[in-house]
């Protein structure tokens, strides 16, 4: 095993998108047969009741309650697939925003792994924003795989 300073962390970044286990995936396998270690990161998006103090408190008490669920049971995912206990991020403010922050902040992050939407919308906000504005100012690599592969394509790949 890599020493821990020099081991490849995957950045994945858990949204409600059916492509983001593609990535979760991908990013597992790869940190597996790379010796590395997958992160993953869920940004809580302000919601629109910022008048309702109170209101606004309970839902973000409640969404980050959903999250943290939601990244434990990912992180399970994780751990059968690569054999090492990922590194959990929950922020909140702008996805897009707070992901170029994390990158940053973080300089153990290797890799962003995103994975292309397949539908009409076409690859996705975040991949748009990536591959556009933020292109310039990423310090790391970005792997962008296709949505719709299926894991014996995504063990063929990494």
Do not use: C
């Not at 309702?52 to 839902?59: D, K, Q, R």
């Not at 206990?85 to 925003?97: C, D, K, Q, T």
């Amino acid at each position: 095993m890599p020493n821990e300073t020099h081991q490849r962390i995957f950045l994945v970044v858990v949204d409600e998108s059916e492509e983001m286990t593609v990535a979760l995936h991908y990013a597992a396998r790869r940190a597996r047969n790379t010796g590395g270690r997958v992160a993953l990161l869920h940004v809580i998006e302000p919601g629109e009741l910022q008048q309702w103090g109170a209101i606004e408190e309970l839902m973000k008490a409640e969404q980050r309650e959903e999250a943290e669920q939601l990244l434990q049971k990912l992180a399970a995912e994780v751990v059968a697939i690569s054999g090492n206990v990922p590194a959990l991020y929950i922020r909140e403010g702008n996805r897009s925003e707070q992901l170029l922050a994390l990158i940053q902040e973080e300089p153990s992050i290797s890799i962003l792994v995103l994975a292309a939407g397949t539908g009409r919308g076409g690859p996705g906000p975040l991949i748009s924003y990536v591959v556009g504005q933020m292109s310039g100012s990423l310090r790391i690599p970005v792997t962008i795989v296709p949505g719709n592969l299926s894991d014996p394509q995504l063990d063929a790949i990494t």
